[in-house]
């Protein structure tokens, strides 16, 4: 097991944070890439709007796991399981700070 899934184990859904878990997964390639697009990685408030059923969070993570197409980033290297468990759970814990 990776330290990523690891942190998942060990965090209550509800404590991860945008912040110290999350945005430090973008890498500053990926922010600058999809800023262009209008999409804001390393925004809180983008990534948490909370209308339309949290659905910038949702269309970040069905891009990251391929459910939507292209998968991101493209070509890769696609996240590990960790990490998207990891995105996963900030979002079921209500996209916390
Ligand atoms: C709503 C979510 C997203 C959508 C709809 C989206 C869509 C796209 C599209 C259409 C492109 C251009 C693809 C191409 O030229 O082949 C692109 C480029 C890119 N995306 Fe995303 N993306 C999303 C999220 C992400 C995420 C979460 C990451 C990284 C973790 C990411 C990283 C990148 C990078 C690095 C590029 C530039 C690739 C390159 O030109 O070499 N994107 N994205």
């Avoid at 290297?77 to 814990?93: I, N, Q, R, T």
Wanted: hydrophobic share 30%.
């Amino acid at each position: 097991m990776d330290s990523t899934s690891l942190e998942v184990l060990v965090k209550n859904v509800s404590k991860v944070s945008f912040a110290s878990d999350i945005r430090p997964l973008f890498r500053s390639v990926d922010i600058e890439h999809m800023k262009g697009m209008e999409i804001l990685l390393d925004d809180y408030k983008y990534m948490s709007d909370a209308t339309n059923g949290y659905q910038n969070a949702q269309r970040v993570y069905d891009s990251l796991t391929g459910k939507t197409e292209p998968r991101m980033p493209p070509n890769g290297p696609y996240w590990s399981k960790g990490k998207l468990d990891l995105f996963e759970s900030w979002m079921k814990g209500g996209c916390q700070p």
